[in-house]
């Protein structure tokens, strides 16, 4: 038997026969063989990993699009290193940059980086998907859900509800993301005759609760959450003063985590498909890897899930 023929085998390759595959591998697993990762990408110019780049380690939403980036990562054979820039654009930028000569692509969710920075991130790194941006002459698969759609859907509901004195506290905006949401709901608002008010906010459940007092002193009978986090932080503030949800003040959230149905009363939220976002941004990656180009990007569709923190505006 060949040195070729066994490098073959243990490479993956299909082009040896069943019963010479079977007696390399057997041989193999009989003295403990490993593959050297780092020998085989000095040979084929792949380290079979992919970087991840997030805001926010600890935000269970982009914990869920993680989990789908890595599963089907697994599944082509790919390792996932993951990277948390805490919000800071150049902090994501110089840690895309870092990783580029150690991984094969980069995967970036909701990036804060300028679009030149981002445009040079892709320029490097050869294969780059992004989520929850949209950012035009940038050739890179985008993945996005329905932002327009899903603030409408919010505005309507808290409008059929009696609701005409409304705040939305977004995230920061660096984020794409709050900066769509923010320009939706505006246009909504005026569409259908609403009063909105508009605070920024930072990350967390504790930048909500922070804001809440400030969100109460506009007259909202509603708040417009930039996420769940920043909605349950708000409805505790606004329990511990005695401020009932929904009957004195409704809260909505974004994205459907895990708390947004376990929280009392549980948020009326947009249901952010996170498995879908992580499986598309790795399905853009995949297809660069391997030749096929940048496939087109859609939007997702995001429906409204009504809970028990919105109800009919107090005096209604």
């Given at each position: 038997m060949s040195i070729a023929t066994v490098s073959r085998v243990l490479g993956g390759s299909q082009k040896v026969n069943e019963e010479m595959s079977r007696r390399v591998l057997d041989a193999a697993a009989e003295v403990g063989y490993r593959p050297n990762a780092a020998a085989r990408s000095l040979v084929s110019g792949r380290f079979r990993t992919i970087g991840l780049v997030m805001p926010d380690v600890g935000n269970a939403y982009f914990q869920d699009i993680l989990k789908a980036v890595v599963t089907e990562a697994k599944k082509d054979g790919y390792r996932v290193v993951v990277i948390d820039s805490i919000g800071d654009a150049d902090e994501e930028y110089e840690a895309c940059l870092q990783q580029v000569p150690n991984v094969d692509g980069i995967i970036l969710l909701s990036p804060r980086m300028s679009k030149a920075q981002l445009a040079d991130v892709i320029a490097k790194a050869g294969a780059v998907s992004i989520v929850n941006r949209l950012e035009p002459g940038i050739s890179a698969p985008m993945i996005v859900t329905d932002n327009a759609g899903a603030c409408w859907e919010i505005l309507e509901h808290l409008a059929s509800l009696g609701h005409r004195r409304l705040v939305h506290v977004c995230g920061p905006t660096e984020s794409w993301q709050a900066r769509t949401r923010i320009t939706a709901l505006r246009r909504g608002a005026q569409r259908l005759g609403l009063e909105l008010a508009v605070l920024e906010a930072e990350q967390g459940v504790?930048?909500?609760?922070?804001?809440?007092?400030?969100?109460?002193?506009?007259?909202?009978?509603?708040?417009?959450?930039?996420?769940?986090?920043?909605?349950?932080?708000?409805?505790?503030?606004?329990?511990?003063?005695?401020?009932?949800?929904?009957?004195?003040?409704?809260?909505?959230?974004?994205?459907?985590?895990?708390?947004?149905?376990?929280?009392?009363?549980?948020?009326?939220?947009?249901?952010?498909?996170?498995?879908?976002?992580?499986?598309?941004?790795?399905?853009?990656?995949?297809?660069?890897?391997?030749?096929?180009?940048?496939?087109?990007?859609?939007?997702?569709?995001?429906?409204?899930?009504?809970?028990?923190?919105?109800?009919?505006?107090?005096?209604?």
């Amino acid at each position: 038997m060949s040195i070729a023929t066994v490098s073959r085998v243990l490479g993956g390759s299909q082009k040896v026969n069943e019963e010479m595959s079977r007696r390399v591998l057997d041989a193999a697993a009989e003295v403990g063989y490993r593959p050297n990762a780092a020998a085989r990408s000095l040979v084929s110019g792949r380290f079979r990993t992919i970087g991840l780049v997030m805001p926010d380690v600890g935000n269970a939403y982009f914990q869920d699009i993680l989990k789908a980036v890595v599963t089907e990562a697994k599944k082509d054979g790919y390792r996932v290193v993951v990277i948390d820039s805490i919000g800071d654009a150049d902090e994501e930028y110089e840690a895309c940059l870092q990783q580029v000569p150690n991984v094969d692509g980069i995967i970036l969710l909701s990036p804060r980086m300028s679009k030149a920075q981002l445009a040079d991130v892709i320029a490097k790194a050869g294969a780059v998907s992004i989520v929850n941006r949209l950012e035009p002459g940038i050739s890179a698969p985008m993945i996005v859900t329905d932002n327009a759609g899903a603030c409408w859907e919010i505005l309507e509901h808290l409008a059929s509800l009696g609701h005409r004195r409304l705040v939305h506290v977004c995230g920061p905006t660096e984020s794409w993301q709050a900066r769509t949401r923010i320009t939706a709901l505006r246009r909504g608002a005026q569409r259908l005759g609403l009063e909105l008010a508009v605070l920024e906010a930072e990350q967390g459940v504790e930048a909500g609760y922070a804001i809440a007092d400030e969100a109460l002193e506009t007259g909202a009978t509603a708040v417009i959450a930039f996420n769940d986090l920043h909605a349950f932080g708000v409805m505790t503030r606004l329990h511990d003063r005695g401020i009932r949800v929904p009957e004195d003040v409704s809260v909505t959230g974004f994205d459907d985590i895990e708390l947004a149905r376990f929280s009392r009363p549980a948020i009326t939220t947009v249901g952010t498909p996170k498995l879908e976002l992580g499986e598309q941004a790795w399905i853009g990656l995949l297809a660069q890897l391997r030749g096929d180009g940048v496939p087109p990007s859609t939007p997702i569709s995001t429906p409204l899930t009504v809970r028990g923190s919105t109800g009919p505006a107090a005096g209604a």
